[in-house]
């Protein structure tokens, strides 16, 4: 029989939080001294998205194909759709939209402000994709995400099937003619992606080889591959900047910050590996992780880009 603390939906509170300082670009970075687990009784948690308008957090348990969320004024969570399409990664747009991937539908959506939801993209070239998995904005409106295969791999994430692109590549999708577009085409499992706040760099995990790698954005192409960082700890997952243009990278033992430059300068430990990360609260200082059956969060003194 569970413990009390270990039911659906219980807190097991606090514990201290565990910052390692490995370089002095990262001294100064902290927060409160505890985490706090908000939500635990997931499969498989992933892809949180804070939503400013409703002062609310959501994200995907894949596995229960469900998407869940938690009330920032009342700490109370429920259910936000379900069945969810298997949904993994979610971003918000510039209108304030919750834009989706879904392994399950294959398919790119974007949630009206009337609960609408909208097919953002389906398909490249008349082939359904494999199953978006995490996707990111750019301020031109464009809406760029990665499709690997989890979602088709088994029923555990969403339906098993062949490929029909038979590759597992980046796509950009045209803001204003909704034209789908390859960006890159060499990842074994392409993941986590973000921009610099510049948005001259696109940030894209490819999770089998264990790494981030980091182009140059050339309008709607993407130059000069490179890699920036390796992963000590697993696998990189979901990745977030904050204002500094730092990048925290969900990995196998919690949250990796590395500079620009690719050094990784400090950690955030958590006790599940950790999936995704979003920054959030009105002054998008507070630090939301997905870690496998549960959610963390903890106030820092960094603010999310």
Same mark, same amino acid.
């Given at each position: 029989? /569970?413990?009390?603390?270990?039911?659906?939906?219980?807190?097991?509170?606090?514990? /201290?939080? &565990?910052?390692? +300082?490995?370089?002095?670009?990262?001294?100064?970075?902290?927060?409160? =001294?505890?985490?706090?687990?908000? $939500?635990?009784?997931?499969?498989? /948690?992933?892809?949180?998205?804070?939503?400013?308008?409703?002062?609310?957090?959501?994200?995907?348990?894949?596995?229960?194909?469900?998407?869940?969320?938690?009330?920032?004024? !009342?700490?109370?969570?429920?259910?936000?759709?379900?069945?969810?399409? $298997?949904?993994?990664?979610?971003?918000?747009?510039?209108?304030?939209?919750?834009?989706?991937? &879904?392994?399950? *539908?294959?398919?790119? !959506?974007?949630?009206?402000?009337?609960?609408?939801?909208?097919?953002?993209?389906?398909?490249?070239?008349?082939?359904?994709? *494999?199953?978006?998995?995490?996707?990111?904005?750019?301020?031109?409106?464009?809406?760029?995400?990665?499709?690997?295969?989890? %979602?088709?791999?088994?029923? $555990?994430?969403? =339906?098993?099937?062949?490929?029909?692109?038979?590759?597992?590549? +980046? $796509?950009?999708?045209?803001?204003?003619? %909704?034209?789908? #577009? +390859?960006?890159?085409?060499?990842?074994?499992?392409? *993941?986590?992606?973000?921009?610099?706040?510049?948005?001259?760099?696109?940030? +894209?995990?490819? !999770?089998?080889?264990?790494?981030?790698?980091?182009?140059?954005?050339?309008?709607?192409?993407?130059?000069?591959?490179?890699?920036?960082?390796?992963?000590?700890?697993?696998?990189?997952?979901?990745?977030?900047?904050? #204002?500094? %243009?730092?990048?925290?990278?969900?990995?196998? &033992?919690?949250? =990796?910050?590395?500079?620009?430059?690719?050094?990784?300068?400090?950690?955030?430990?958590?006790?599940?590996? #950790?999936?995704?990360?979003?920054?959030?609260?009105?002054?998008?200082?507070?630090?939301?992780?997905?870690?496998?059956?549960?959610?963390?969060?903890?106030? #820092?003194?960094?603010?999310?880009?």
């Amino acid at each position: 029989m /569970a413990s009390e603390n270990e039911k659906e939906g219980s807190s097991m509170g606090a514990f /201290a939080a &565990e910052f390692e +300082v490995l370089d002095e670009r990262f001294a100064g970075v902290g927060g409160d =001294h505890w985490v706090e687990r908000i $939500y635990h009784g997931c499969r498989w /948690a992933e892809g949180p998205a804070y939503v400013a308008a409703g002062r609310y957090l959501v994200w995907s348990d894949i596995p229960n194909d469900r998407m869940l969320r938690w009330d920032e004024m !009342t700490g109370n969570v429920g259910p936000f759709r379900v069945p969810a399409g $298997y949904t993994n990664g979610h971003t918000i747009d510039r209108q304030g939209r919750l834009v989706s991937c &879904e392994h399950g *539908n294959r398919r790119v !959506t974007r949630t009206e402000h009337d609960g609408s939801i909208t097919v953002v993209a389906d398909r490249w070239e008349g082939k359904r994709f *494999n199953s978006p998995n995490d996707v990111v904005v750019k301020s031109d409106g464009s809406i760029w995400f990665t499709d690997p295969r989890y %979602g088709i791999d088994s029923d $555990y994430e969403g =339906h098993q099937a062949e490929s029909e692109i038979g590759n597992d590549q +980046v $796509y950009r999708v045209d803001g204003v003619t %909704g034209q789908v #577009t +390859v960006v890159a085409d060499d990842f074994v499992r392409p *993941n986590g992606l973000a921009f610099s706040l510049d948005e001259s760099l696109l940030y +894209v995990v490819d !999770t089998r080889r264990k790494h981030l790698r980091v182009f140059d954005v050339d309008g709607q192409v993407l130059r000069n591959s490179r890699v920036l960082a390796e992963c000590s700890a697993g696998s990189f997952d979901g990745i977030r900047l904050d #204002t500094k %243009g730092r990048i925290w990278a969900a990995t196998g &033992e919690g949250v =990796h910050c590395f500079d620009p430059d690719g050094t990784l300068i400090g950690k955030l430990k958590l006790p599940e590996k #950790t999936s995704n990360l979003v920054f959030g609260g009105l002054k998008r200082n507070w630090l939301f992780m997905t870690a496998t059956t549960s959610v963390y969060a903890i106030m #820092t003194n960094v603010r999310g880009a």
